[in-house]
């Protein structure tokens, strides 16, 4: 198993840095994006894809929602969880759950989904090589037209930039976590610009909020984006 694997086995298990993670509630991006999609003429069920699912905070509340969720992680115990709740709250039938790396070529066919969401997990492949594969398979597997959210880190956040200072990892705006040795890639706009640059970006807003990690109450800086797959005469 890959380094970064088991620290987020670990994470999972014992939820010391992010407690949020395990929270059933979405995250706040997420419903800002349902909100953004209401507004399109978008038919349902959407299928969408959630990329690095964690415990599935977000993909439970899409599946209640009616949107066809397919979750991808790299470890099992988390997809059981996701399967164990989906059942719960009987939104199974939209459910669908993938172990698969997501810096991996991902199970499905070119221009299948709908929608996609990214909240904070690309920021946690550990090489710049594995984000280009993360971001070609979002391209490829999203529809012409279709939509992403993505969420990442800002190189601003108060925490992130006093780790960075100490605990720099080898790329510009990169953190190696100093108490579990987590990567974690962090974004300024310009970066974000030109790393997503095949997306037309729709929207790229910083975005300041209450949070509580690594054992601290804070003021997050993150920044969320609304990326469109360009429709096929313009690839
Ligand atoms: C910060 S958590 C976010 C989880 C979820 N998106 C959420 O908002 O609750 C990052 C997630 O990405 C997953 N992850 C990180 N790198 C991954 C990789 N290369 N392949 C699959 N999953 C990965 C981790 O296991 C973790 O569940």
């Known amino acids: 198993m890959r380094k970064q694997q088991k620290i987020w086995e670990l994470e999972h298990q014992h939820s010391t840095s992010l407690p949020t993670l395990a929270s059933k509630k979405p995250s706040s991006f997420v419903i800002k994006f349902l909100r953004y999609l209401r507004s399109k003429s978008l038919h349902f069920p959407l299928k969408t894809v959630d990329v690095g699912s964690g415990k599935g905070r977000n993909a439970i509340y899409l599946a209640k929602e009616g949107y066809s969720v397919y979750a991808i992680g790299y470890i099992q115990f988390t997809l059981d969880i996701i399967g164990k709740e989906a059942k719960r709250q009987d939104c199974e039938r939209n459910i669908h759950l993938y172990k698969n ?21 690309s920021i946690d492949i550990e090489t710049r090589k594995g984000r280009i ?16 959210l993505v969420t990442v880190v800002s190189a601003n956040d108060e925490i992130e930039r006093g780790l960075m200072k ?10 190696i976590w100093p108490h579990n040795g987590k990567f974690q890639k962090n974004y300024d706009e310009r970066e974000l610009r030109d790393f997503y ?13 209450r949070a509580f990690k690594l054992g601290k109450n804070y003021i997050a800086t993150n920044y969320w984006m609304i990326l469109r797959k360009p429709l096929a005469e313009l690839l």
């Open 197 to 209: 640059k095949e997306f037309q970006i729709l929207k790229l807003q910083e975005n300041k909020k």
């Open 101 to 121: 790396a997501i810096d991996r070529k991902w199970p499905f066919r070119n221009n299948f989904f709908d929608l996609a969401i990214d909240c904070f997990s």
């Open 166 to 175: 100490k605990y720099p990892g080898k790329e510009k705006n990169s953190v």
């Open 133 to 148: 594969i993360y971001k070609t398979e979002l391209l490829r597997t999203l529809k012409p037209g279709g939509y992403a």
